[in-house]
């Protein structure tokens, strides 16, 4: 089975590695994290990303401009913006976006 890559980008780097675990405990994903907007093309050429998983410290614009960029890579690319709200959330959150459940 093909795993679903997932890119996580946010400001705080705690927050993002977080994330990063949380999402690779499935089976079916595989996760990066990164706070450097500047690291994003090079982890987009060594994966097709599947998921963006935006985190908190961002700004509109930085979000959308990595949105924008993500879809030009991949236009089936999945969005969740996620900005708290435990495990759980986060869980419903990759399983809406998906379609399929996790676990």
Do not use: W
Not at 1 to 15: C, D, P, T, Y
Not at 78 to 94: A, D, M, N, V, Y
């Amino acid at each position: 089975m093909k795993k679903i890559h997932v890119l996580v980008v946010g400001k705080n780097e705690a927050i993002v590695e977080l994330l990063t675990r949380l999402v690779n405990k499935y089976p079916e994903l595989m996760a990066q994290g990164t706070c450097l907007l500047e690291e994003i093309p090079s982890l987009c050429h060594s994966n097709t990303i599947d998921v963006l998983l935006l985190s908190s410290g961002l700004s509109l614009d930085q979000e959308n401009q990595i949105s924008n960029t993500m879809t030009q890579l991949n236009p089936n690319l999945k969005t969740i913006e996620h900005f708290g709200g435990g495990s759980g959330l986060l869980l419903s959150e990759l399983n809406q976006a998906l379609g399929i459940p996790l676990g």
